[in-house]
């Protein structure tokens, strides 16, 4: 069971610790996904939701202002997404980036 109770994913940035964190979730082919980012970072994380709690680390958007954007995925997304569907993501996290 995934609830309150479950602890967040390792390296899930813990707003008491950072100070405060923006959030937006979209969804992306099929997945839920919550981009976050930390005060101070030019980087987006990308965390995969399950019933609106982060379970895994998809990867990270850096290179904001290049195009396309860098985006360095976990494992399982790099074998999975295709190229196009690699830079509509980290479009995505950069125009969050940019908000």
């Known amino acids: 069971m995934n609830g309150p109770e479950t602890p967040l994913p390792s390296g899930?940035?813990?707003?008491?610790?950072?100070g405060?964190?923006?959030i937006e979730e979209i969804e992306f082919l099929e997945l839920h996904i919550r981009m976050t980012?930390?005060?101070g970072e030019r980087i987006v994380q990308l965390w995969e939701l399950d019933r609106g709690r982060p379970v895994l680390w998809i990867g990270n958007v850096f290179?904001?202002?290049?195009e396309p954007p860098g985006l360095y995925?976990?494992?399982?997304?790099e074998t999975t997404l295709s190229r196009p569907q690699?830079?509509?993501?980290?479009r995505l996290a950069a125009k969050f980036w940019k908000s």
């Open 12 to 18: 899930y940035p813990d707003p008491e610790v950072v």
């Open 20 to 22: 405060w964190l923006r």
């Open 37 to 39: 980012i930390t005060p």
């Open 63 to 66: 290179r904001i202002d290049s």
């Open 73 to 77: 995925l976990n494992h399982k997304y």
């Open 86 to 90: 690699r830079d509509s993501l980290a």
